[in-house]
């Protein structure tokens, strides 16, 4: 004997079958949402159809502040609601107490206070968006039965009535799936390993500080690691090895006495590695390595290695505002010290001003000499930057009035052409150096020694220096060698 299906049956059937087809549809774009984000925000329409509510709001857990937040469309922007975990609120209440809420009129005191006498309804969304608050449901998302991951919330049932014991079964089968698409998110995100996870592990800085530095650099104000030196006072070293850690290779500071190979710059445009933060700093029989302050980021790569084509590249992180002042200083637009003002460049230029007007002028006697303003700050300033470059050695080699004189500074053994000088102030330059060596100047027959001690910065070096007549009419070779950690060295040594 067959049972008959009355229609208002088959049409129930098929109503329950659509609805777990949508439930079984939404709940897989919840587990597929790749950041909290896109559940929050672009998922909230969908989810908001399965159920006979004018709104939803989905809030997420943030432990370390004890809030929990969400993110609601509002006037064409996403605005983030953030409320304590306690009685101030419905959602508060629930986050507190994992126990859902069903009230018919979220504005009744008596309905409030017969769930917890310090029950309050939270008004001011209402007062900001003109929306009337009624019915609310409100349930927890549990991840393992045990875990806070938020809470979700239904306002204001369409019919106009209380919402159903069947809206409540239907919110619990999707906080359950959101309770886990949260969970696998959280894991996700402490799996995956960020820049500063160092500095956040060793309290050097706190989550809440780095999230509102990375706000703060996104407003363009500063680069973020600039800022997290700066305001957060954040060790400068702390933050290289964070920074090591993440991108798995060295990480390579500034420092006064770092030398830039010239001749890796000579195929290079200088302004544009300023403006995308990266350049050579060594190449060697291995390969050449790279400063950059993203050795992830692959459109650099590919152009440095389209830079240097057939080579092994070797990669340093380095912070911005390193690789920046290292090309200033290599191509002449940085200061080392208040002793060596202007760059080499700027002070030959004043000198060859200098002796144009006196070319122009038929009564000046005599021409530029030792003590020169602009002769006495390229001395200082030939010293600085070749203590700043790690030179051991420092040749200054005239060849005469026709020919410039050559400077040439040694470094890892190797000498290369630091700049030239005009032959008019080959005496100039050479007397000069003699004089700070408290050498005799009106003597260009012999040899001579004698040493300089100069301030670099705060720190004291000292140079041992060397004369020696060569060929020509008064030509005397200058070498001299800067002592590290002052220490002896006999002049003999000197190559």
């Known amino acids: 004997m067959f049972t008959k299906v009355l229609p208002e049956n088959v049409q129930e059937l098929q109503q329950k079958v ?54 609601i469309p509002h006037n064409d922007t996403i605005e983030e609601i953030r409320t304590p975990i306690g009685e ?21 005191k008596t309905e409030l206070a017969g769930i917890h006498p310090s029950l309050v309804h939270d008004s001011s969304w209402d007062r900001k968006t003109s929306f009337k608050t009624k019915q609310v449901l409100t349930y927890p998302i549990v991840a393992e039965n045990k875990y806070l ?36 998110l959280r894991k996700l995100a402490k799996k995956t390993p960020t820049k500063f996870d160092h500095l956040v592990a ?32 954040v060790p400068k070293a702390e ?40 350049t050579p700093i060594k190449r060697d029989k291995t390969g050449v390595e790279i400063l950059i302050d993203d050795p992830n980021d692959l459109d650099k790569v590919q152009d440095i290695k389209r830079s240097f084509p057939g080579q092994t590249i070797r990669f340093a992180v380095c912070l911005r505002r390193d690789i920046v002042q290292l090309l200033r200083i290599a191509t002449g637009g940085g200061q080392v010290d208040q002793t060596a003002k202007g760059s080499v460049s700027d002070i030959l230029g004043e000198l060859i001003s200098e002796s144009m007007l006196e070319q122009q002028d038929e009564a000046t006697v005599g021409g530029v000499d030792e003590n020169d303003s602009a002769i006495v700050r390229l001395a200082n300033q030939i010293i600085a ?17 026709k020919r410039e004189t050559l400077v040439r500074f040694r470094v890892d053994g ?82």
């Open 385 to 401: 930057d070749a203590y700043r470059m790690g030179s051991s050695d420092i040749h200054v080699e005239p060849y005469g009035e």
């Open 88 to 108: 101030q609120s419905l959602a508060g209440f629930t986050a507190k107490y994992l126990r859902p809420i069903n009230l018919g009129d979220a504005y009744s």
């Open 239 to 278: 933050l290289g090895k964070s920074l090591s850690q993440f991108y798995k290779c060295p990480h390579v500071e500034y420092h006064e006495r770092m030398f830039l190979d010239p001749e890796l710059l000579k195929a290079l445009n200088v302004d544009y590695l300023k403006k995308n933060y990266w």
């Open 18 to 71: 659509a609805y777990a087809e949508q439930v079984k549809l939404i709940t897989n774009k919840i587990h597929a949402a790749q950041e909290l984000n896109h559940i929050l925000v672009d998922l909230q329409k969908d989810i908001l159809s399965l159920f006979d509510a004018e709104r939803l709001t989905l809030y997420a857990c943030d432990t370390e502040k004890k809030e929990i937040f969400a993110r």
């Open 149 to 184: 991951m938020g809470v979700i919330q239904l306002l204001n049932k369409k019919s106009g009535a209380r919402f159903t014991k069947k809206d409540e079964d239907s919110v619990a089968e999707i906080a359950k799936g959101l309770g886990i698409a949260f969970f696998n």
């Open 414 to 495: 190797s000498c290369f052409e630091y700049m030239k000088i005009p032959p008019s102030y080959r005496r100039a330059i050479v007397s000069r150096l003699k004089i700070m060596a408290s050498l005799d100047i009106a003597e260009r027959r012999k040899p001579q020694d004698g040493k300089i001690k100069f301030k670099v910065g705060e720190r004291e070096i000292e140079l041992r220096v060397a004369t020696v007549p060569t060929s020509g009419v008064a030509n005397e070779d200058v070498v001299m060698r800067i002592l590290a950690n002052s220490e002896a060295l006999p002049l003999d040594k000197m190559s």
């Open 202 to 233: 060793n309290n050097l800085i706190t989550q809440a500080e780095l999230e509102t530095a990375i706000a703060e650099a996104r407003k363009g104000s500063a680069d973020l690691e600039s800022l997290l030196i700066e305001k957060y006072k």
